[in-house]
C-alpha cells in the first residue's frame, strides 16, 4: 500500500472543499431578518401566571394578557385595559369601565365578565389575597363595567391591581379563569401584545411569540409598563441555552441577538466585544438576603439572630456576587435602597467589614454551645455557592460549627420547608433574594411578613411589626408611608427578621447585540413590546 | 434462532419492568418536590401545598405507582407535570435530534476508528502508529465538551463557517441539517474514534501474527487482501463488542454534546426533567432508553453470526 503524493493533494483539495461548504450555505442564507428576535430567556415550563410566580411565566403572562393598571417608569399606577374608572365618595365603591378595542387573541370581545373571574383567581394568589380580604363584592354591571365594593377603604387600590410582585393581574378569559389557581390554564389565549405560537413551541428548548395585529395600543406614548404597547417586530423566539458559554459564542456569532440574565464572570468578554452591549434594564436590582430558621436553635433566640447581623460583611458577600462594583452596594434598609421607604432607622449595625467580636459575644450570649448550624446551599446558582461559602467562613471563623449542605434545586426547595431541627432534616439559614422594587411594598414583599407558621421560609414573628403591617394598605400618602416604614424597621432590626447581604444590579440584566434597541427599563419582569432591531 | 430472539424479547421486557420500578422508587425518595418548583422560588408554602394536592403527589406511593403502571400498560406515558404535554409527543420532538446525532457519531466513529486501528496495526511501531496512539490516548481522555468548546471557537467564532448551536430538522433540507451537526457530531466522535482505533488495532496486531497471515503473504495475498479479507474479519468480533457497548457511552455523550451545542435532544430533555423533577419524562426515557440498550445488544449478538459462521444460537 503506497500513498502517493498525488493522492495527498486531492485529499486535501477534497476536505478543502467540504469545509468551505458551510461557508458558503451561510453566505446563501441572506440578510439578517430584522423583524424576528431572538432572545435566551429562561425556560417557560409553566404557561399560568396565577399557577406560579416564577420569573419565566410571569414574562409570559406580561407578553399574551393584558392587564387592568400598570406601573409608569415613576412606579405610579395607570389605566391599561380600563378605560375610565372612578371611586365613590366614601371610597369603598370601584367602578371600572373598559376601554375600546379590547380583544382576545381567538377573536371574541374582553368583556366585564372577564375581568370579575380573573380578579377572584388572583385572589387566591397571595398577591391578590388582600384585596379579597377587604372585598364585599365584586360584580359586573355590563358588557364593559364591573365594580369592587369593599367592606372599608383600601388606599392603595389601583396600585394593587398594577402589582409586579409575586402574581401581576393578568385578565384571562372568563372560561379560563374559573377555575382554581392550583389548576393550570395552558390555551394561551390572551389579549395582550403578542400571541403565543403553539406550532414553535418546544418545551425546554424554544418557545416563540407573534405580533398580535388585532392589539389597539393606548394613545399614550410608552412609559414603564404603562402607554402604548406597540409591537415593532414580526416574531420573538425564546431558546433555552443550557450552557452559557454556548449562549454567549451565539450572541459573538450574531445567531441570537440578546441573553437575559449573562453570567457575572462573562461581562468582560462581552463589554471587550465592540457589538455587544451590557444594559441594565432593572435598576433596582435584588436583595439578597439570608433567610434564619427562627423556630429552631440557635436562630431561635434573638440574640444570635443579631449575633448574625453584626457577622455580616456585605462588601465580601458582593465581591463574589457582583465583583464589579457597578453592579452591587450594600442595603441596610428592609425596604431596599430603591424605594421611596428606604430609611436608615436602626441600621447602626451596619459596619464595612462586619464586626466579628460583637458578633461572638451575641452568640455567647445566646447561649450557643456548638450545635451545627446547616447552610442550605442551591448548587446550580454560582452566586449562591460563592456568597454561601463567604457566609460559612465567617461563621467559622468566630467558633461556629457551620456545615453547608449543597444540593440542586429541587432537593433544597424540599428541605428548606422542613420546620424540624437540622437532625431531622431541618436547615439553619439559606440565602435567597428578592427584588429590591418589592421591598417598597411590605404586604407583597415575602420576605417582610412576621407572622410565624404562615410567613416565608424562615418563619419569623413579631406581633407588633404585623400590627404596623396591617395598616399599610390604608396609608395613602408617601409621607405617612414612609413615618410607618421608619416603625416598621426599627422593631425588624430589633428582633431581626431576616439578613440583607446587599444589592445586586446583575440579575436584571441584558447583554444584547447593538442593533436590538428598545428594551423598557422596569424592575421584575421583561416586556417584549417595544422592540426594534436595524 | 427464533427462541433465542424469543428469549431476548422476553428478557428485554423483565429488564424494563425492573427499572420502572426501580426508576420509579428512586425519583420518589430522591429529595425534591415538583410542587415547589412549579410555583416558583417566592412562591408562599400554601400555593405549594395546593399545587401538591392538585398534582396527587400527597397520595400513597402504591397508589402514586399503580395508576403509573396501568397507564404505561395501556401505552399511556402520562404528560408532563410542569407543561401538562403528553410525554410522547415531548419524546418525538426531541427523538430526530438525538437519533441523527447518534448515527452521524457511530458511522463516522466506526469508519474513522476502524481505519485508524487497521492503520496503525499495520504500521506498527512506526511514526503513524505512534501519532495514532498519542491521538488515541488524548481523544480518550480529553471531555467532550472541552473538544466541543474548541471546536465552536475555531470553527464558529473564528472562521465563521459553521453555526455556534441548534438544531435543523431533516425536512428544512439536508444541507442545514448536516452543517448543524458537524461540529457536535466531531466532538461527540473523538473518543469513541480514539476507543474503536485502539480496540481495531489491538485486535488486528493478534491477528496479524497469525500462521495463517504469514502463510497468505507467503502465497502472494496483496495488502489489501490480507487486512480486510484475512485480519479484519478475524478480529471483528471484539470490534463489534465495543461498538455495541460503546452505545451506553455514547447515551451520556449525547447528553453533554447537546447541552454544548444547544442540540434539542432526548438527553437535555432527561437532563431538564431531572432537574425539575418532572416524574413521568424521567420514567418514560429510562424505561425506554433501557429497552433500546437491550435491543442493540440483541443486534449486536447477532451480527456476530454474519462475521463468524462458528456462532450459533
Given at each position: 500500500m503506497t500513498i502517493l503524493r498525488r493522492d495527498l493533494f486531492k485529499l486535501g483539495l477534497a476536505a478543502g472543499a467540504a469545509l468551505s461548504l458551510p461557508s458558503i450555505s451561510r453566505a446563501q442564507a441572506g440578510?439578517?431578518?430584522?423583524?424576528?428576535?431572538?432572545?435566551?430567556?429562561?425556560?417557560?415550563?409553566?404557561?399560568?401566571?396565577?399557577?406560579?410566580?416564577?420569573?419565566?411565566?410571569?414574562?409570559?403572562?406580561?407578553?399574551?394578557?393584558?392587564?387592568?393598571?400598570?406601573?409608569?417608569?415613576?412606579?405610579?399606577?395607570?389605566p391599561q385595559m380600563v378605560g375610565r374608572w372612578g371611586v365613590s365618595d366614601d371610597k369603598r365603591t370601584y367602578t371600572f369601565e373598559l376601554r375600546d378595542g379590547l380583544g382576545w387573541h381567538d377573536?371574541?370581545?374582553?368583556?366585564?365578565?372577564?375581568?370579575?373571574?380573573?380578579?377572584?383567581?388572583?385572589?387566591?394568589?397571595?398577591?391578590?389575597e388582600l384585596l379579597m380580604e377587604r372585598a364585599k363584592d365584586i360584580s359586573k354591571k355590563d358588557d364593559k363595567t364591573f365594580t369592587i365594593s369593599l367592606k372599608e377603604p383600601l388606599g392603595a387600590l389601583t396600585e394593587r391591581l398594577a402589582t409586579l410582585a409575586g402574581n401581576c393581574l393578568f385578565i384571562m378569559r372568563e372560561k379560563d379563569a374559573d377555575r382554581p389557581a392550583t389548576e393550570q390554564v395552558t390555551t394561551n389565549i390572551g389579549s395582550g401584545p403578542f400571541k403565543f405560537n403553539e406550532a414553535l413551541v418546544k418545551p425546554g428548548v424554544s418557545f416563540a411569540y407573534d405580533r398580535n395585529e388585532r392589539y389597539v395600543p393606548r394613545r399614550e406614548p410608552s412609559d414603564g409598563f404603562a402607554g402604548g404597547k406597540v409591537v415593532n417586530v414580526d416574531h420573538i423566539i425564546c431558546e433555552n441555552i443550557g450552557s452559557q458559554q454556548t449562549a454567549?459564542?451565539?450572541?459573538?456569532?450574531?445567531e441570537i441577538d440578546a441573553i437575559y440574565g449573562p453570567p457575572v464572570d462573562l461581562y468582560s468578554v462581552i463589554e471587550s466585544d465592540p457589538n455587544l452591549v451590557i444594559q441594565v434594564i432593572d435598576k433596582a436590582g435584588d436583595d439578597a438576603c439570608l433567610r434564619l430558621n427562627h423556630l429552631q436553635k440557635p436562630f431561635n433566640n434573638v440574640k444570635a439572630r443579631q449575633a448574625m447581623l453584626h457577622l455580616i460583611d456585605q462588601e465580601a458577600v458582593l465581591r463574589v456576587i457582583a465583583p464589579d462594583s457597578r453592579y452591587g452596594r450594600p442595603v441596610t434598609s428592609i425596604f431596599g435602597n430603591s424605594t421611596p421607604y428606604s430609611n436608615d432607622e436602626k441600621t447602626d449595625w451596619y459596619q464595612p467589614g462586619g464586626d466579628p467580636e460583637r458578633a461572638k459575644q451575641l452568640f455567647q450570649e445566646a447561649g450557643y454551645a456548638g450545635e451545627k448550624v446547616v447552610i442550605l446551599q442551591r448548587s446550580d446558582?454560582?452566586?449562591?455557592?460563592?456568597?454561601?461559602?463567604?457566609?460559612?467562613?465567617?461563621?467559622?471563623?468566630?467558633?461556629?460549627?457551620?456545615?453547608?449542605?449543597?444540593?440542586?434545586?429541587?432537593?433544597?426547595?424540599?428541605?428548606?420547608?422542613?420546620?424540624?431541627?437540622?437532625?431531622?432534616?431541618?436547615?439553619?439559614?439559606?440565602?435567597?433574594s428578592d427584588s429590591d422594587y418589592v421591598q417598597g411594598d411590605p404586604t407583597a414583599a415575602i420576605y417582610l411578613n412576621a407572622s410565624g407558621e404562615n410567613a416565608w421560609y424562615g418563619w419569623p414573628k413579631n406581633d407588633e411589626f404585623e400590627a404596623l403591617r396591617a395598616k399599610w394598605p390604608d396609608i395613602e400618602t408617601i409621607d405617612h408611608r414612609k413615618a410607618l416604614a421608619r416603625q416598621m424597621q426599627s422593631i425588624w432590626w430589633d428582633f431581626v427578621g431576616d439578613i440583607r447581604l446587599g444589592q445586586v444590579l446583575t440579575t436584571g440584566t441584558f447583554a444584547r447585540r447593538a442593533a436590538l434597541t428598545g428594551f423598557i427599563e422596569m424592575p421584575q419582569r421583561v416586556a417584549l413590546w417595544n422592540l426594534q432591531k436595524v | 434462532m427464533g427462541?433465542?430472539?424469543?428469549?431476548?424479547?422476553?428478557?428485554?421486557?423483565?429488564?424494563?419492568?425492573?427499572?420502572?420500578?426501580?426508576?420509579?422508587?428512586?425519583?420518589?425518595?430522591?429529595?425534591?418536590?415538583?410542587?415547589?418548583?412549579?410555583?416558583?422560588?417566592?412562591?408562599?408554602?400554601?400555593?405549594?401545598?395546593?399545587?401538591?394536592?392538585?398534582?396527587?403527589?400527597?397520595?400513597?406511593?402504591?397508589?402514586?405507582?399503580?395508576?403509573w403502571a396501568l397507564s404505561m400498560l395501556g401505552g399511556d406515558f402520562g404528560s408532563s407535570i410542569f407543561t401538562g404535554r403528553p410525554v410522547l409527543q415531548l419524546l418525538?420532538?426531541?427523538?430526530?435530534?438525538?437519533?441523527?446525532?447518534?448515527?452521524?457519531?457511530?458511522?463516522?466513529?466506526?469508519?474513522?476508528?476502524?481505519?485508524?486501528?487497521?492503520?496503525?496495526?499495520?504500521?506498527?511501531?512506526?511514526?503513524?502508529?505512534?501519532?495514532?496512539?498519542?491521538?488515541?490516548?488524548?481523544?480518550?481522555?480529553?471531555?467532550?465538551?472541552?473538544?466541543?468548546?474548541?471546536?465552536?471557537?475555531?470553527?464558529?467564532?473564528?472562521?465563521?463557517?459553521?453555526?455556534?448551536?441548534?438544531?435543523?430538522?431533516?425536512?428544512?433540507?439536508?444541507?442545514?441539517?448536516?452543517?448543524?451537526?458537524?461540529?457536535?457530531?466531531?466532538?461527540?466522535?473523538?473518543?469513541?474514534?480514539?476507543?474503536?482505533?485502539?480496540?481495531?488495532?489491538?485486535?488486528?496486531?493478534?491477528?496479524?501474527?497469525?500462521?495463517y497471515m504469514r502463510t497468505a503473504a507467503a502465497k502472494g495475498a496483496s495488502p489489501y487482501a490480507m487486512l480486510f479479507h484475512h485480519a479484519l474479519k478475524n478480529a471483528g468480533v471484539p470490534i463489534l463488542t465495543v461498538v455495541g457497548l460503546s452505545f451506553a457511552y455514547l447515551i451520556s455523550g449525547v447528553v453533554l454534546t447537546e447541552t454544548v451545542f444547544n442540540v434539542p435532544g432526548v438527553g437535555r430533555l432527561v437532563v431538564d426533567a431531572i432537574n425539575s423533577r418532572d416524574y413521568p419524562i424521567i420514567q418514560s426515557v429510562l424505561i425506554l432508553t433501557s429497552g433500546l440498550y437491550v435491543l442493540i445488544n440483541l443486534a449486536v449478538d447477532l451480527a456476530y453470526t454474519l462475521i463468524d459462521p462458528r456462532i450459533r444460537y
Open positions: 440578510p439578517v431578518d430584522v423583524q424576528t428576535v431572538r432572545l435566551v430567556l429562561a425556560d417557560l415550563q409553566v404557561y399560568d401566571p396565577m399557577f406560579s410566580v416564577g420569573a419565566a411565566t410571569q414574562n409570559h403572562g406580561m407578553a399574551i394578557y393584558d392587564t387592568l393598571f400598570a406601573l409608569d417608569s415613576k412606579f405610579m399606577p395607570q377573536g371574541t370581545p374582553v368583556t366585564a365578565a372577564d375581568c370579575v373571574a380573573s380578579i377572584r383567581r388572583w385572589g387566591q394568589t397571595g398577591s391578590g454567549l459564542a451565539a450572541l459573538q456569532a450574531g446558582t454560582a452566586v449562591v455557592v460563592n456568597a454561601t461559602q463567604v457566609v460559612a467562613a465567617k461563621l467559622r471563623e468566630i467558633g461556629v460549627n457551620a456545615e453547608l449542605a449543597p444540593s440542586d434545586y429541587g432537593a433544597y426547595s424540599k428541605r428548606r420547608a422542613n420546620k424540624g431541627p437540622v437532625e431531622d432534616g431541618g436547615w439553619s439559614l439559606f440565602m435567597s | 427462541i433465542y430472539i424469543f428469549r431476548r424479547m422476553v428478557s428485554a421486557i423483565v429488564v424494563m419492568a425492573m427499572v420502572g420500578v426501580f426508576v420509579f422508587l428512586l425519583l420518589r425518595f430522591a429529595p425534591g418536590d415538583p410542587a415547589a418548583i412549579i410555583a416558583g422560588d417566592n412562591a408562599t408554602p400554601q400555593m405549594i401545598a395546593g399545587i401538591r394536592e392538585r398534582l396527587g403527589l400527597n397520595k400513597p406511593l402504591p397508589v402514586q405507582f399503580m395508576h418525538s420532538q426531541r427523538l430526530e435530534p438525538t437519533v441523527s446525532l447518534s448515527i452521524l457519531t457511530w458511522i463516522l466513529s466506526v469508519t474513522m476508528g476502524v481505519s485508524f486501528g487497521i492503520l496503525a496495526a499495520w504500521r506498527a511501531g512506526g511514526s503513524i502508529d505512534r501519532a495514532l496512539t498519542v491521538f488515541a490516548a488524548v481523544g480518550f481522555s480529553v471531555p467532550v465538551f472541552v473538544v466541543g468548546y474548541f471546536l465552536v471557537y475555531f470553527f464558529a467564532i473564528s472562521t465563521r463557517w459553521l453555526p455556534v448551536q441548534g438544531y435543523q430538522p431533516i425536512a428544512n433540507g439536508v444541507g442545514p441539517w448536516l452543517v448543524h451537526l458537524i461540529l457536535p457530531t466531531a466532538a461527540l466522535s473523538v473518543p469513541f474514534i480514539a476507543f474503536i482505533a485502539r480496540i481495531t488495532r489491538a485486535s488486528m496486531l493478534e491477528v496479524l501474527s497469525e500462521d
